[in-house]
């Protein structure tokens, strides 16, 4: 496990579990929301955007925590790991609610409501993305270690494992 990606939903955990990994691996650590958001609310260029993953993928090790459906095909290809947070939509949308008017290293701002956009792409998440994401991991599966969390609770053990294996 040396090149990881994290997907799924926004608010199913993603990026705790993303920080859990790196201190337990120590593989270094890219939040995708960090690379495309701009302080001012803007975004980076779709070029730019690509630009920089790739820029990550000449590293040889490295944990990739974001979704970003148009760049996931390309992240499975240049990983040996695939994280998939595929959790409740109820409890996407309580960890997304959760996370407004906090500070997040991640992102360039605080979010001062829960963005009706943002709540409605949580809402069919389910129906448009992860049929795409479960397609690709089929297509990916012989090459690829992939891991599936149902809860929060499966990818904290996950990580007791780890570090319990680790340490042995």
């Known amino acids: 496990m040396n090149k990881v990606i994290i997907i799924g939903c926004p608010g199913s955990g993603k990026t705790t579990f993303a920080e859990k990994l790196n201190k337990c691996t120590g593989?270094?650590?890219?939040?995708?929301?960090?690379?495309?958001?701009?302080?001012?609310?803007?975004?980076?260029s779709r070029d730019?955007?690509?630009?920089?993953?790739?820029?990550?993928?000449?590293?040889?090790?490295?944990?990739?925590?974001?979704?970003?459906?148009?760049?996931i095909e390309l992240r499975i290809r240049e990983c040996d790991t695939v994280f998939l947070f595929d959790l409740p939509t109820e409890v996407c949308l309580q960890g997304a609610a959760k996370r407004v008017g906090k500070d997040r290293y991640e992102m360039p701002?605080?979010?001062?409501?829960?963005?009706?956009?943002?709540?409605?792409?949580i809402e069919h998440f389910p129906n448009d993305t992860l049929p795409y994401i479960y397609e690709l991991l089929e297509r990916y599966k012989a090459e690829k270690q992939i891991i599936i969390f149902k809860s929060r609770e499966e990818s904290d053990m996950f990580i007791e494992q780890y570090k319990e294996k680790k340490c042995e």
């Open 48 to 71: 730019e955007f690509d630009k920089r993953i790739i820029e990550i993928f000449n590293e040889d090790k490295w944990i990739i925590d974001g979704n970003y459906k148009r760049t």
């Open 109 to 121: 701002w605080i979010e001062t409501e829960f963005d009706p956009e943002f709540k409605k792409f």
């Open 27 to 44: 593989l270094p650590l890219y939040y995708l929301d960090a690379i495309w958001h701009k302080p001012d609310k803007t975004h980076i």
